[in-house]
């Protein structure tokens, strides 16, 4: 037997006894099953908490002997009477291999996206199923035997924070994979436009088989001359320990389904008379689908297809075939209850993620006057940051953002080492932190298997005429990690030719320490590694020179 495993069961009969028929004779639990459920709970949470710490290869064993230890428990009393542990045991695994798979992803084939989905929509189905919010909230059985299960549950890890960082790594996940699913069938739906286009024939349904492969919604309200309903997102409030099952599907798949529907209509292949509350609807709707199309382009996404096929003048010549053919009003302008949400940043309005300034309170910052004077618009002087950044690794690795009169960038959230050297391979990049502290199996094996003190960062880069003043209070690693999800992949393209009176580079560091494990990364303060190091010793420090 492991050692890991004697000192489990030496622990679990130092603590809760060896429950026996002549003891409790309700308590249906084999001790086998319970150690060997124990062990893997315990190692599957903390490979899906420290994954990025992790090198593929201990992954890759991991992974398969803890699948193998849960497919070795089949006493039905015992499953039954441990759902909530077992089905969270078998979302972790599922969700590490989904993990695993996109690290080491060597190609964006079908086949390939299609496991990613199906690993990743068994391991929401088993987290979905283990009715957390029932066992956390719910007495559902205050007996002795409850108790008993209760605490060792506990004492396994089982509690709301570690559950609350499973749903929301199985969200980012999600976020993180979708795009290839919608990107994946991306060719198909430009196809399926061509096609209607040209003879005025939809076939809704051939747009539904793509979207359904990758579990993604697609509505035909337009067809069926009916109202759109947009859903509020229920999965903000962590109490409900759900996630949602389907995907997103990307505003480009809307927005060609919408302009394909109303297109339809538009045609003579769809029936001339609809009545005066139909007429309503259809207005309703060509006006939600003009008002998502500018935000399209607002946000700098539309590609070389949408400029060609689906822009402004295309939506006013499909608006006017509508009105043509139903006696519809006037072109509508915007209405006021579209307006944009507000968003991380977004101080200058008009839906556009802004770095904030004064900026959140950085370890130590530079900054470098008439940066680049020779460099004359934003599109050069980020030719000349990216080239730096590309060879210190950071290539897909930078989110940028409007300033007032410029641009901002950060880097993506990694693991360094002492002397702000990027940590080696597969220890650097999107870390997993934080804990609640307590004593329990799980908070005693992460002490023994994982270091005890870890070194994170982000840089920010502000290129605009004047000084990045900075705030006095400092912010979370959570809030930063937030502000990052809320940015640009590449440089606005309103932004590029931009020739600045001036040009001040603002660089800022944000050096978080974490000094145990289940401790919160700190902003270091005290003694943080000066920019000039962070710069030289990262592969950045060509950003030093004149």
Do not use: C
């Not at 979708?178 to 060719?187: E, G, H, R, T, W």
């Not at 990758?214 to 947009?230: G, T």
Request: aromatic share 12%; proline share 5%; net charge neutral.
């Amino acid at each position: 037997m492991p050692l890991s495993r004697i000192i489990i069961l030496l622990v679990l009969i130092e603590l809760f006894g060896q429950p026996t028929l002549a003891q409790s004779p309700e308590i249906e639990i084999t001790k086998w099953d319970s150690l060997t459920l124990s062990q893997a709970f315990v190692n599957l949470a903390l490979t899906q908490q420290y994954f990025n710490a992790l090198p593929n290869e201990r992954v890759s064993k991991i992974i398969p002997f803890e699948e193998n230890e849960l497919k070795s428990i089949i006493d039905l009393g015992y499953i039954k009477s441990n759902l909530s542990v077992i089905n969270l045991s078998q979302s972790l695994l599922e969700l590490n291999k989904v993990k695993l798979m996109f690290r080491t992803k060597t190609d964006s084939s079908r086949n390939t996206l299609l496991q990613w989905k199906e690993l990743l929509s068994a391991s929401i189905q088993h987290f979905n199923d283990a009715r957390l919010s029932a066992y956390f909230y719910e007495a559902t059985d205050p007996s002795p035997i409850g108790d008993y299960k209760r605490s060792f549950n506990e004492f396994i890890g089982l509690h709301d924070t570690l559950a609350e960082k499973i749903m929301i790594d199985l969200r980012n996940i999600r976020a993180s994979v979708v795009p290839y699913f919608n990107q994946n069938i991306y060719l198909e739906f430009q196809r399926i436009f061509y096609s209607v286009t040209q003879t005025e024939q939809l076939n809704f349904d051939s747009l539904a088989y793509f979207t359904s492969l990758f579990n993604l919604p697609l509505s035909r309200h337009i067809l069926d001359m009916k109202e759109e309903i947009r859903k509020r997102n229920l999965e903000s409030a962590a109490e409900n320990f759900t996630v949602n099952s389907f995907f997103n599907t990307d505003k480009k798949l809307d927005l060609i389904s919408k302009y394909l529907q109303l297109y339809y209509l538009a045609g003579k292949e769809s029936k001339s008379k609809i009545t005066p509350e139909e007429q309503d609807i259809l207005y309703t709707n060509y006006r939600k689908f003009n008002v998502d199309l500018e935000y399209y382009y607002e946000s700098g996404l539309a590609d070389s297809f949408f400029i060609k096929e689906i822009n402004s003048s295309t939506s006013k010549s499909l608006f006017n075939r509508l009105k043509k053919k139903y006696s519809l009003k006037n072109i509508p302008g915007k209405p006021k209850h579209m307006a944009i949400p507000s968003m991380i940043g977004n101080e200058g309005g008009g839906g556009k993620y802004f770095f904030p300034i004064p900026a959140p309170r950085p370890s130590t910052l530079l900054y470098i006057e008439n940066f680049k004077p020779a460099l004359n618009t934003y599109k050069l002087v980020n030719n000349y940051l990216m080239n730096i950044f590309n060879g210190g690794g950071y290539s897909n690795r930078l989110h940028y953002y409007y300033v007032k009169s410029g641009f901002a960038v950060t880097t993506s959230l990694e693991k360094i080492n002492e002397d702000g050297s990027p940590a080696s391979g597969d220890q650097r990049w999107a870390v997993s932190v934080g804990g609640n502290g307590s004593f329990s199996l799980y908070q005693t094996f992460k002490s023994i298997f994982f270091e005890t003190e870890s070194n994170f960062r982000i840089f920010a880069l502000v290129v605009s005429p004047n000084n990045a003043t900075v705030q006095s209070s400092a912010s979370s690693l959570a809030a930063m990690n937030e502000l990052i999800q809320y940015s640009y992949p590449s440089l606005p393209a309103d932004l590029e030719n931009v020739v600045p009176t001036s040009k001040i580079l603002s660089v800022l560091v944000y050096q978080y320490k974490q000094s145990d494990i289940g401790k919160v990364p700190m902003l270091e303060l005290k003694k943080p590694i000066p920019v000039q190091k962070h710069l030289t010793n990262s592969g950045l420090g060509a950003l030093l020179n004149p």
